[in-house]
């Protein structure tokens, strides 16, 4: 009964072996070579545990798509598209480099590059002459009687 028990736990081992190299290792023959050296009782397996790979190949998969996403999002950040022919611009350009085209006035105090909503500067806190407050919102109610979707009121 007990040698019955230890050639189970044996095939055990060499299967599950077998099933973590496949996990762990993309090469077909480093799997095989892994399933074999277990097929030595309990050595195998032991010498499998102390140089197989540390991470699955799902996981090492996982974190190259994570820093893709985190470099187009660092990417993101930093460049936007001009408005008129699409060109790649940095958020701090005054000017499109391709069409020419103005895309933001610069401070009279300190030079940055504004956006056209501000009403100050965030950099010097000088305030904007020529900006006014955008119109509030307001519900226009429909033939019923109930309040409707959101107008801008337009100059």
């Not at 028990?5 to 762990?24: G, H, K, N």
């Not at 090492?60 to 893709?68: T, Y």
Request: proline share 9%; net charge neutral; hydrophobic share 40%.
């Amino acid at each position: 009964m007990l040698i019955l028990f230890l050639i189970v736990i044996y095939l055990a081992l060499v299967y599950w072996t077998y099933m973590d190299a496949r996990r762990r290792v993309s090469d077909p023959m480093l799997i095989a070579c892994a399933t074999a050296a277990s097929l030595f009782p309990f050595l195998g397996t032991m010498t499998y545990l102390i140089v197989r790979p540390p991470e699955y190949l799902d996981d090492i998969r996982e974190r190259e798509l994570e820093m893709q996403a985190a470099e187009a999002r660092l990417h993101d950040l930093n460049y936007v598209l001009c408005p008129h022919c699409d060109y790649e611009v940095e958020k701090d350009f005054l000017r499109c480099p391709s069409c020419l085209r103005k895309l933001k006035d610069p401070c009279g105090n300190c030079a940055r590059p504004l956006d056209p909503v501000w009403k100050v500067c965030p950099y010097c806190e000088a305030e904007i002459p020529g900006v006014t407050a955008p119109r509030r919102r307001r519900r226009r109610a429909t033939p019923d009687g109930q309040p409707g979707t959101e107008q801008t009121a337009v100059d």
